[in-house]
């Protein structure tokens, strides 16, 4: 596709349950990166993915969060046993090679909302 | 760990004035900083991005002025439009690192008739 795709983009999910929520990034981009946008906040770095490198999982909240990256392509951020103060927009972005300030495209997001 | 300050909050400007958004870090980094604009339902895009070892960048009405030795850098944005209108975001890449970013909280921006 033209730019980086995340489904779905609004997820309502009751506390305790589990999401997903995917990214398609840009065709050819080797760096994949998550960030969560709270209400009123910046955005905060969740997780890295660069190439067949292992990821940077030091932004990531707690062991509740897991994310994966298959075939170097698609990304699957999970939530286990959510928990209302998970409710962000869930933002992925990509980089051709990982200057994520000069050259990462973000998704729309992911409106996670926890009841 | 990097931390990053934004100010202001929020900012109304009427057409054709300028619109100043500031930035202040605290740890010194060595990689290019960025702004973003991102426009309600979007996700950020990047706007302009700087090199530490420059002091002003512009790019058509979008100039960052940047002063390394008190860690600051600012946005400005002249002859600004109704268009302009959107919440813009610093970002600091963590030291060693342009992969990860800290973002300041935003400057919401209102550009009035």
């Known amino acids: 596709g033209a730019g980086v795709s995340q489904s779905p983009s609004n997820k309502v999910t009751e506390k305790g349950k589990d999401v997903e929520l995917r990214c398609d990034p840009i065709s050819g981009h080797t760096a994949l990166y998550w960030y969560r946008q709270s209400l009123g906040q910046g955005l905060e770095f969740l997780i890295y993915f660069q190439g067949n490198s292992a990821p940077d999982k030091s932004g990531l909240p707690s062991d509740r969060f897991s994310a994966e990256r298959t075939g170097g392509s698609v990304s699957t951020l999970t939530i286990q046993r959510t928990q209302q103060e998970d409710s962000a927009v869930y933002l992925c972005a990509s980089s051709l090679n990982g200057a994520m300030n000069t050259e990462a495209f973000f998704g729309q997001g992911t409106r996670l909302t926890v009841v | 760990q990097q931390q990053v300050k934004q100010s202001p909050q929020s900012l109304i400007v009427q057409k054709g004035g300028i619109s100043i958004i500031n930035c202040a870090y605290e740890?010194?980094?060595?990689?290019?900083f960025p702004w973003y604009q991102q426009f309600p339902g979007k996700g950020p895009a990047l706007l302009i991005a700087i090199r530490p070892d420059v002091s002003e960048k512009k790019e058509g009405r979008f100039t960052i002025s940047f002063n390394k030795s008190a860690k600051q850098f600012s946005l400005h944005i002249m002859d600004s439009q109704p268009g302009d209108s959107a919440t813009y975001f610093c970002a600091v890449p963590n030291t060693g690192t342009a992969s990860k970013l800290t973002f300041g909280t935003g400057t919401r921006l209102q550009v009035t008739l």
């Open positions: 740890n010194t980094a060595f990689d290019y």
